[in-house]
């Protein structure tokens, strides 16, 4: 639509100006489930906990008034965060949001849920000392910290020698 202005002074000239007025719908939210995730199954019971995130999801032009999280036909929950119970194996969950508008989107993310794994232990290079004193004794410094573990739920770190423990960390 556009509007014209004319404006006239006492002497009788005018001048004018026009505006285009465009009305613009309501504009679609955007889904953000969150960045792909891969989870161990700690405690071994076949399952892992999983949090789903779609807090980054937005409305260009209002706000988001509902967060629905389903795998397949299977409705997990609402809410931007949502913590669920995942089996073993690969699974697709899909956030539709939707706007104070009406509007929706959908995006999906990837959930792996892996078996748990032994951790990786990297006790440092071989080492080499000569006994200086001829005291039986001598400070080494060991450092484990390349040790991994691939599902991430390593709960400790420990340094035996000859049976004795001479470093324990959490």
Not at 34 to 46: A, E, I, L, S
Not at 52 to 75: E, H
């Amino acid at each position: 639509t556009t509007v014209t202005l004319t404006v006239k002074d006492n002497d009788g000239l005018e001048g004018t100006d026009t505006v285009d007025i465009t009305v613009v719908g309501n504009q679609s939210p955007l889904a953000d489930a969150g960045n792909d995730q891969t989870v161990g199954d700690g405690d071994d019971d076949g399952s892992a906990e999983v949090t789903l995130d779609g807090s980054g999801s937005s409305d260009p032009d209002g706000s988001i008034v509902g967060y629905a999280w389903k795998k397949g036909a299977t409705i997990l929950g609402t809410g931007a965060l949502l913590t669920v119970d995942l089996p073993l194996g690969n699974h697709t969950a899909t956030l539709t949001v939707t706007d104070n508008g009406g509007a929706t989107d959908e995006n999906t993310v990837l959930i792996s849920v892996i078996a748990n794994q032994a951790p990786v232990a990297d006790a440092g290079e071989n080492q080499s000392l000569s006994d200086a004193d001829d005291s039986g004794e001598e400070t080494v410094t060991l450092d484990g910290s390349n040790s991994f573990d691939p599902d991430g739920d390593r709960k400790s770190t420990r340094l035996n020698s000859s049976h004795q423990i001479i470093s324990y960390a959490v």
